[in-house]
């Protein structure tokens, strides 16, 4: 069933299209958005791709595992990211068009009569979803996806920013330079033509697809040119918004800490304060996300704020369903609005990804805190880890694993857990160290109390049972320790994961 109060927000919109045309838009003067338990972001391309052409399964692909779910507002992506379109574009080429390798199903669809970004918002309205366009602003697929290279960057060398150093980490090279026009206005004209052209409740940004924006060091000063753009971009859905009689939703997805938002040229308080935004998702693939801090910004403001559920970059991939409960978990109690799945891969057709059985069954799980405490059955809580990657520089910035385990002072490592867990609930610690040798000894406290009782699970992996009263709801600190190095070997002991299994006897 959905949500009563979304439901309502659907036909209280019906309603009031007199009182839209005298309003201004979802920037402005409606009403705030009410939450969604869970939104659902589809990477347009597998759901396609695994349907092989055939139109009716990719519907079934797509919306099938949406039914009786908590999925209340659908995220789509075209799956060309952004730089060509799969669809009917006058603004971009048809992605293959340039290197003549056209995903052929797509102009089929098209000539057919069946333009996909129709097709989604008829087939969302039957389900009573809200769906919203996302623009990923600045993807790099084109840097190793041939068909996905438009002719505007092979054109406008100058209008990207090549291989830069940012931190550890080099940019991939077709990563286009914000400081520039041309590149700003290019992605306003693709806006304004969705939204001249198909009916979506809202517009996700995803600025997480793909940083950097801005040459090294010049992100600061250059931030505002983003915010220009957001302007730009609320003042024209706004104006839309009037001409249909109906808000036009705006959302962002930004990095997990405002520190790392800042250091990406995002002014994220400026867009909450100027009322630019209707949602903030956070994340991709980072499982520590500072929702307090944008909880913080958007107090009072009716911005909605959802972390985003990914784990490919922190190298759970994909992502087990025990850690996927825990993390939502997190979140809930974090005071996060709803819960926002990024790649997530439900549809159990000919499914590439092998996952779509467990996907599908959280579902109608995901935005409900009590039946994943009390129902779930299994539950993972992790400390993070990671470091930059080279379209996610600035995120990871407070992830300690994988790190050398020290023989003197001790090596802190936090864990989140921030739920009660009941009493009841057998409890494993699980640390993973590579090149652990036999006669290694590991030494590991939580919250000041050493841990004993270590057992070999496995090569590389140490278990040891710890009770509820060992735990704070919260920060979990551990110390780990190397208390005794075996002569077998002479290479670092890393560890690369530290991981709390809580299950239900």
């Known amino acids: 069933m959905r949500n009563p109060v979304h439901t309502l927000r659907h036909l209280t ?55 009786e779910s908590h999925v209340d507002a659908l995220f789509w992506c075209d799956g060309a990211g952004g730089n060509t379109a799969n669809y009917d574009s006058q603004v971009l080429e048809r992605t293959g068009a340039r290197s003549g390798q056209p995903r052929t199903y797509i102009d089929d669809w098209i000539a057919e009569g069946n333009d996909p970004p129709r097709i989604v918002v008829r087939e969302a309205r039957k389900r009573n979803l809200d769906v ?13 996806i041939p068909d996905e290279m438009p002719t505007f960057k092979a054109e406008h060398p100058d209008w990207m920013l090549g291989e ?44 997480l697809r793909s940083s950097p924006y801005f040459l090294p060091g010049t992100e600061a000063e250059n931030a505002h040119l983003l915010t220009e753009l957001l302007q730009r971009t609320r003042d024209y859905l706004d104006r839309r918004s009037r001409e249909q009689g109906r808000p036009i939703w ?8 405002r520190e790392a938002c800042a250091l990406d040229g995002f002014d994220v308080q400026a867009w909450i304060e100027n009322d630019l935004v209707d949602i903030v998702t956070l994340g991709s693939g980072v499982m520590d996300i500072e ?32 850690l996927a409960a825990g ?25 590439s990804e092998s996952t779509g059985a467990w996907m599908a069954s959280m579902l109608n799980q995901l935005g409900d805190p009590d039946r994943l405490l009390h129902r779930q059955g299994k539950l993972m809580f992790a400390a993070d880890r990671g470091r930059p990657q080279r379209s996610y520089q600035y995120n990871w910035l407070n992830c300690v694993l994988p790190e050398e385990l020290p023989t003197r002072d001790s090596l802190a490592v936090s864990m989140r857990v921030f739920v009660e867990l009941p009493p009841e609930m057998e409890l494993t610690l699980r640390l993973v160290v590579d090149n652990l040798q036999a006669n290694d000894e590991v030494a590991v406290v939580l919250n000041g109390t050493p841990i004993q009782g270590w057992r070999r699970a496995e090569e590389n992996v140490l278990e040891a049972e710890v009770t509820t009263d060992e735990l704070r709801v919260g920060e979990n600190r551990f110390e780990l320790r190397l208390a005794d190095r075996a002569e077998t070997s002479n290479e670092p002991r890393t560890a690369t994961a530290l991981e709390l299994h809580a299950s239900s006897p």
């Open 164 to 207: 830069q150093q940012y931190g550890e980490v080099t940019s991939f090279k077709t990563a286009l330079n914000f400081a520039v026009p041309e590149v700003r206005d290019l992605k306003f004209r693709v806006i304004e033509e969705l939204f001249e052209k198909y009916e979506f409740d809202g517009l996700e940004i995803d600025f």
């Open 291 to 322: 929702v307090d801090e944008f909880r913080e910004l958007a107090e009072g403001s009716g911005v909605l704020v959802y972390p985003c559920l990914y784990g490919w970059p922190s190298g759970y991939n994909p992502i087990p369903e025990e």
């Open 327 to 351: 993390l939502a978990l997190n979140y809930h109690a974090q005071g996060a609005d709803g819960i926002y799945l990024f790649n997530w891969f439900p549809h159990t057709t000919n499914n």
């Open 132 to 144: 919203f366009y996302s623009l990923r602003l600045n993807d790099i697929h084109d840097s190793f």
């Open 13 to 67: 919109v019906a309603v009031g299209v007199f009182c839209m045309l005298v309003c201004t838009g979802a920037g402005e003067d409606t009403e705030p958005l009410q939450p969604y338990r869970v939104i659902f972001n589809c990477d347009g391309h597998a759901v396609a791709k695994d349907a092989d052409g055939d139109l009716d399964q990719w519907i079934k692909n797509l919306f099938d595992p949406l039914e």
């Open 250 to 257: 705006l959302a962002v997805r930004v990095n997990e800490s």
